[in-house]
Every structure is written in structure tokens, then in C-alpha cells.
């Protein structure tokens, strides 16, 4: 019996996973749910968020995603994404009826990118993707109340999981360009030494075709793709859905960041930024 295809869609937060999944999920037919590790779902989100999966509480992670996978947890918040109206607004008869009547094929989560080891070895096809922290960082300013756990409070939870000990700064742009650096540190030479291809937000807004058709690909999963299932967001995505399809993103993404972000907030994002040795991992679109 062919093994059943379990997919984790990871990246850092406002990075463009819940587009990425809504994408798997309307070409393949099948759900792929909202962030399992959300403290919507689970009162342990804060032991398990941003943890690296290891002997302390591998095993446990991995029964509480069968569990996820199994449907055998039905929280609304599993489902954000798959409605066109606010999930609380949602009658509980028709969550049942798509509990029932869809296959889940995986979830993505903003929590678990330490976890792509883990993850790995228990057969889950990685979709990692990342956009420029430049964008990501505007993205967060531009959403309030964004950390589930509140700010600092996330801040002080990521670091403490990651046992840092450099610099905390005093702007909340450079602690979230910190936090995106130290999390591509971590993850990028793993996903290089496993082989798993890295996925590009900004390719995906200016070749959405090839893009998609390159994730199918690797996903192996060979449905026509319909202009819907690029350009129709679903009601999460909504949210910051710009219109822009423009080969031109590429070369400039200031679209992306130009009302927020200020020349001197730039330079503290690229000074944070670039202690960090990721060029070598990154094709030659972001800082060069």
C-alpha cells in the first residue's frame, strides 16, 4: 500500500505560507491546515513552538501531528484558511461536513521551521519558502497584534528556545530581522544538505505559472493548474493581497516595503542582516 504523502509548508512568519498552501491545496484537492502548533489549537503551542524536535520532545510532536493528520483534532482554527468568512462566523454543521468530506494532505505552520530534521526523517515533503526580510518586516508592522503570544513575549520565547545570547536591540524591526536571520541559519544549510528545493516568495508574484507548476513538480502532483488557484486568495491571504504580477518584482521589491520602512530602518534591518552568512545559500535577489 502506497504510503500517504504528508506535506509541512514552513517559513518564517508573513513570508507567504498560507498563500503557498492554499495553493497546494486547491491543485491538489486536498486541505492542507492552518498551523497546528497555534495556541488555537494546542495549550502546549508554547513548548512546542520554535523547539528543534529533539529526544526531549521529538516523539511527542510527531504523535500530535498524527493526530492532526487523522483528523482526530477538529479545531476551527485547523480550517482558517479554507472559508471565505471569518472561521467564528462558520456554523459548526458545515466545519463537520468538510471534516468529512476532505482529505488533509499536511499543514503549514510559522513555528516549526527548527523542526525540518525531524519532519524529514518522519517522510514529510518540506515546502520551505522565503522572502525578503525587508518585506517580511513591513508585513509584521503592517499587521497589529500579529504575535499570538504577544511582543515581547515571542521575542523572549524564540530567543530562549534558541539559546541566544548576542545582542538584543531596542527597535522591534531589528529583533524580528534578528529573529528572521537566526532562523535561516539554522535552516537554510539543512534544507541545502537534504536536497530540498527552496521556494521563493518573490518568484511566485512574477512567474506564478512556472512557480507553481516547479512546487507541483516536486510535490508530484500533476493537476492542470487553473488561474484560480494562483490569483484567488483565500480569507487569510485576502488580508495583504496586493495584485501585483509583474516580472519587474524581481529586480525591485520596494513595492513590498516603500510605505513602511525608512532609509534608516533599512540599514539597521541590513546591518542585522548581514552578520549573518546567508548569501551563499540565497540566489542573488536579495542583499548583494
Not at 535561516?184 to 521556494?199: R, S, T, W
Amino acid at each position: 500500500m502506497e504510503e500517504k504523502m504528508k506535506i509541512a509548508v514552513l517559513g518564517f512568519g508573513r513570508s507567504g505560507t498560507t498563500w503557498i498552501s492554499d495553493i497546494i491545496s486547491k491543485v491538489s484537492g486536498s486541505l492542507v491546515l492552518f498551523e497546528p502548533f497555534h495556541p488555537s489549537v494546542t495549550d502546549k503551542s508554547k513548548y512546542y513552538s520554535y523547539s528543534n524536535g529533539d529526544k526531549n520532545n521529538g516523539n511527542m510532536i510527531l504523535s500530535y501531528l498524527d493526530t492532526i493528520i487523522n483528523k482526530e483534532v477538529q479545531k476551527k482554527w485547523l480550517l482558517r484558511n479554507h472559508v471565505q468568512i471569518k472561521i467564528d462566523d462558520v456554523k459548526d454543521y458545515f466545519l463537520d461536513y468538510i471534516w468529512k468530506n476532505c482529505d488533509i494532505i499536511g499543514f503549514k505552520d510559522i513555528r516549526m521551521n527548527f523542526m525540518i530534521g525531524l519532519l524529514w526523517l518522519y517522510r514529510y515533503k518540506i515546502v520551505y519558502i522565503i522572502r525578503h526580510p525587508y518585506s517580511v518586516i513591513s508585513s509584521i508592522l503592517k499587521r497589529e497584534n500579529f504575535w499570538e503570544f504577544g511582543w515581547p513575549k515571542t521575542l523572549e520565547l524564540f530567543m530562549s528556545k534558541r539559546n541566544y545570547n548576542g545582542k538584543i536591540y531596542d527597535t522591534i524591526h531589528e529583533n524580528i530581522a534578528l529573529m528572521w536571520s537566526l532562523t535561516q541559519e539554522n535552516v537554510l544549510p539543512l534544507i541545502k544538505a537534504l536536497g530540498i528545493p527552496l521556494f521563493y516568495y518573490e518568484y511566485f508574484y512574477a512567474y506564478p505559472f512556472e512557480a507553481t507548476r516547479n512546487l507541483m513538480d516536486y510535490l508530484k502532483i500533476s493537476n492542470n493548474i487553473h488561474p484560480a488557484h494562483i490569483f484567488t486568495p483565500s480569507m487569510t491571504t485576502m488580508r495583504t493581497y496586493h495584485g501585483i504580477y509583474d516580472l519587474n518584482i524581481i529586480k525591485d521589491n520596494s513595492i513590498f516595503w516603500e510605505d513602511i520602512l525608512d532609509k534608516k530602518m533599512k540599514k539597521e534591518i541590513y546591518d542585522v542582516v548581514s552578520m549573518f552568512d546567508l548569501n551563499r545559500y540565497l540566489k542573488n535577489i536579495y542583499f548583494t
